[in-house]
């Protein structure tokens, strides 16, 4: 069974910083894009960040110079480093690892860590 486990979420004050971890099992890691999404109360599901097997990154607009997606191959891990935090960077965030087929999209979900930025 894959599982994806996210850490590293917690409080932390407006302008601060925090690195999210998720450690994938049970996948051929380096084959799967990752990504991060968040989810605030009241609010759809977000994409925060993608990278993909090859290391393109892709990034929502209202994180751009503030977050960064990275990937150790090595050790089944994605990262999202998250700096200049504010107070609607407060959410869940979920990683996501996805593998892109003919017809198809193959996608699995970790559980959520929460981020709470005070102001």
């Known amino acids: 069974q894959v599982q994806l486990v996210e850490s590293g979420g917690g409080l932390v004050q407006a302008g601060g910083s925090l690195r999210l971890s998720c450690a994938a099992s049970?996948?051929?890691?380096?084959?799967?894009?990752m990504g991060w999404y968040r989810q605030a109360p009241g609010k759809e599901r977000e994409l925060v960040a993608t990278?993909?097997?090859?290391?393109?990154?892709n990034y929502a607009d209202s994180v751009k110079g503030r977050f960064t997606i990275s990937r150790d191959n090595a050790k089944n891990t994605v990262y999202l480093q998250m700096n200049s935090l504010k107070p609607e960077d407060t959410a869940v965030y979920y990683c996501?690892?996805?593998?892109?087929?003919?017809?198809?999209?193959?996608?699995?979900w970790g559980q959520g860590t929460q981020v709470t930025v005070s102001s």
């Open positions: 049970r996948i051929i890691f380096s084959s799967y894009g």
């Open positions: 996501n690892a996805f593998l892109l087929l003919q017809y198809g999209k193959i996608d699995y």
């Open positions: 990278i993909t097997s090859g290391g393109s990154t």
